[in-house]
């Protein structure tokens, strides 16, 4: 039953803080109703998340289904009306503040949440949920974080300054050792550091506990979250203990689905909606795993169907895709190679831009020819305020798009990288082979059970989707392989 009247959180003890001079602002958090340190006003959080969300919108992509983003949205709100965000006792200035729920094209399980208001989801977060609750429970989570300033409390404890995050490097990024995915596309992004601000778990339970009471208000039964939050904790499992990133920073999965139906329980009326046939209606059909029709690895080749172009690289380098740009990583982080869009309308207006930018000295340029024909090769140093670089890049036109690839590395490492770096270049070429240009996406495919089975019994003698196993369609489902399946209850499946 849904309350008649909308209720926010019920206030803990009042907590001292203890403001340190020159560290950041009071801020109210608008969970708690208490005072904490913060770094940013609120017009301020919602400039960082304004700018932000361009980023992330650029970097994952939203995903393509208008119905799926307006019913996300359409709950996202519904919780959000039983927030702090409409208490009388909430500056205008916050209320009046759209919050927007995106579903962000990705595989990966997340959600996060920006300041301001920006909140996501991805689909592979989706496909891993079996209910509207469920959803309820993750969206009023990160509400939680908006409207408690995690962020901004967080940015303070390490000391940032003041919109003090943007600014990406010259040419992306430098080079340095790790992880390709801390390279050259994400270096300097404002989003990026924002995200990478660890919350504390007393920050994460707080959200919890924030989530756990806006779901409930909305009339939905939260503990329905503990079965995702137990399957969260089986996907850990299966990667070897890499939680996915919607928990990197959160308490235990396993202590979460003890607490989370704890929390509800607090509750009077309790929630009672679940809706797992209109939200399963709703993801049917939605893109399961990697998408290839956005681009795909096969051996030493990137193939994007498309766009209808093919690249190779090295052996044994690490590679990185996104809506944005496709990453090549040398394996020991000493080079990195970016594809991407440019904005200018030849290969040689493009190579000419990017000459004229600050602290970049050309040695060499000039036409060159690739795989797919005529391009423009500028190479040299650029100066950054972490050292200088070398680079090679080259821009070609290809179906009615002007591609930059650009390889960077240190001054001293560009004499044994530049080979590399225009032997990547060269091979762009047309992609022809109907085998990788016809290659489609694994969809959710949503069936009813018809009798009490297994899912084993039921994946038997079915061919999985490449990159999926029967253990993972059981955590997509939140069963286990031979748990038995009653009649009538729904299955998701990759097909």
Same mark, same amino acid.
């Given at each position: 039953?849904?309350?008649?009247?909308?209720?926010?959180?019920?206030?803990?003890?009042?907590?001292?803080?203890?403001?340190?001079?020159?560290?950041?602002?009071?801020?109210?958090?608008?969970?708690?109703?208490?005072?904490?340190?913060?770094?940013?006003?609120?017009?301020?959080?919602?400039?960082?998340?304004?700018?932000?969300?361009?980023?992330?919108?650029?970097?994952?992509?939203?995903?393509?289904?208008?119905?799926?983003?307006?019913?996300?949205?359409?709950?996202?709100?519904?919780?959000?009306?039983?927030?702090?965000?409409?208490?009388?006792?909430?500056?205008?200035?916050?209320?009046?503040?759209?919050?927007?729920?995106?579903?962000?094209?990705?595989?990966?399980?997340?959600?996060?949440?920006?300041?301001?208001?920006?909140?996501?989801?991805?689909?592979?977060?989706?496909?891993?949920?079996?209910?509207?609750?469920?959803?309820?429970?993750?969206?009023?989570?990160?509400?939680?974080?908006?409207?408690?300033?995690?962020?901004?409390?967080?940015?303070?404890?390490?000391?940032?300054?003041?919109?003090?995050?943007?600014?990406?490097?010259?040419?992306?990024?430098?080079?340095?050792?790790?992880?390709?995915?801390?390279?050259?596309?994400?270096?300097?992004?404002?989003?990026?550091?924002?995200?990478?601000?660890?919350?504390?778990?007393?920050?994460?339970?707080?959200?919890?506990?924030?989530?756990?009471?806006?779901?409930?208000? $909305?009339?939905?039964?939260?503990?329905? @979250? !503990?079965?995702?939050?137990? =399957?969260? +904790?089986?996907?850990?499992?299966? /990667? &070897?203990?890499?939680?996915?990133?919607?928990?990197?920073?959160?308490?235990?999965?396993?202590?979460?689905?003890?607490?989370?139906?704890?929390?509800?329980?607090?509750?009077?009326?309790?929630?009672?909606?679940?809706?797992?046939?209109?939200?399963?209606?709703?993801?049917?059909?939605?893109?399961?795993?990697?998408?290839?029709?956005?681009?795909?690895?096969?051996?030493?080749?990137?193939?994007?169907?498309?766009?209808?172009?093919?690249?190779?690289?090295?052996?044994?380098?690490?590679?990185?895709?996104?809506?944005?740009?496709?990453?090549?990583?040398?394996?020991?982080?000493?080079?990195?190679?970016?594809?991407?869009? $440019?904005?200018?309308?030849?290969?040689? @207006? !493009?190579?000419?831009?990017? =000459?004229? +930018?600050?602290?970049?000295?050309? /040695? &060499?340029?000039?036409?060159?020819?690739?795989?797919?024909?005529?391009?423009?090769?500028?190479?040299?140093?650029?100066?950054?305020?972490?050292?200088?670089?070398?680079?090679?890049?080259?821009?070609?036109?290809?179906?009615?798009?002007?591609?930059?690839?650009?390889?960077?590395?240190?001054?001293?490492?560009?004499?044994?990288?530049?080979?590399?770096?225009?032997?990547?270049?060269?091979?762009?070429?047309?992609?022809?082979?109907?085998?990788?240009?016809?290659?489609?996406?694994?969809?959710?495919?949503?069936?009813?059970?018809?009798?009490?089975?297994?899912?084993?019994?039921?994946?038997?003698?079915?061919?999985?989707?490449?990159?999926?196993?029967?253990?993972?369609? !059981?955590?997509?489902?939140?069963?286990?392989?031979?748990?038995?399946?009653? /009649? &009538?209850?729904?299955?998701?499946?990759?097909?």
């Amino acid at each position: 039953m849904r309350p008649s009247r909308l209720r926010r959180l019920p206030r803990p003890a009042l907590l001292l803080l203890v403001l340190l001079a020159g560290c950041g602002t009071a801020n109210t958090n608008y969970v708690t109703g208490e005072s904490q340190r913060g770094a940013y006003t609120w017009e301020q959080e919602v400039e960082l998340g304004r700018q932000s969300d361009q980023q992330i919108t650029a970097q994952f992509g939203l995903y393509d289904n208008p119905a799926l983003n307006a019913y996300v949205e359409r709950i996202g709100q519904e919780v959000l009306q039983t927030s702090a965000y409409t208490d009388a006792n909430t500056p205008v200035e916050v209320r009046n503040t759209p919050f927007h729920f995106r579903v962000l094209d990705s595989p990966v399980v997340n959600a996060f949440a920006l300041p301001g208001g920006y909140i996501y989801v991805t689909r592979g977060l989706l496909s891993h949920l079996e209910n509207e609750a469920q959803l309820a429970v993750v969206l009023g989570h990160e509400i939680g974080h908006v409207l408690a300033r995690h962020s901004s409390e967080q940015a303070a404890r390490s000391q940032l300054n003041q919109l003090g995050l943007l600014g990406a490097a010259v040419v992306g990024g430098v080079v340095g050792g790790g992880d390709i995915a801390e390279g050259i596309l994400n270096y300097g992004s404002q989003a990026t550091q924002l995200l990478t601000l660890k919350y504390g778990r007393g920050a994460e339970r707080e959200a919890d506990r924030a989530g756990v009471a806006y779901a409930e208000y $909305a009339g939905y039964d939260a503990t329905q @979250a !503990a079965g995702f939050f137990r =399957a969260l +904790q089986r996907l850990g499992e299966q /990667s &070897g203990g890499a939680l996915p990133n919607f928990l990197s920073t959160h308490p235990n999965p396993g202590e979460r689905a003890q607490t989370i139906p704890e929390l509800a329980a607090q509750y009077d009326p309790q929630g009672t909606t679940v809706d797992a046939v209109p939200y399963l209606r709703e993801i049917e059909g939605i893109v399961v795993g990697e998408d290839p029709r956005q681009g795909f690895v096969e051996g030493n080749t990137f193939y994007h169907p498309d766009l209808r172009f093919q690249l190779s690289f090295p052996s044994g380098w690490q590679t990185q895709n996104s809506p944005a740009a496709f990453l090549i990583g040398e394996p020991n982080g000493q080079a990195l190679i970016q594809l991407s869009l $440019a904005q200018e309308p030849s290969a040689r @207006a !493009a190579a000419e831009a990017f =000459a004229r +930018q600050q602290g970049v000295q050309v /040695s &060499g340029s000039g036409p060159v020819s690739v795989g797919a024909g005529q391009a423009f090769r500028v190479e040299g140093q650029a100066q950054q305020q972490q050292g200088a670089v070398g680079f090679s890049a080259t821009f070609v036109e290809f179906g009615g798009n002007v591609y930059q690839i650009l390889g960077i590395t240190s001054p001293d490492g560009l004499r044994q990288y530049a080979r590399t770096f225009r032997s990547v270049a060269d091979s762009f070429e047309r992609l022809t082979n109907q085998r990788y240009l016809n290659r489609q996406p694994s969809r959710l495919e949503v069936t009813t059970v018809q009798r009490p089975t297994t899912l084993r019994s039921m994946l038997r003698g079915r061919t999985l989707p490449p990159g999926f196993t029967a253990e993972e369609v !059981a955590i997509m489902n939140q069963v286990t392989l031979d748990e038995t399946i009653p /009649s &009538g209850r729904s299955v998701k499946l990759p097909s």
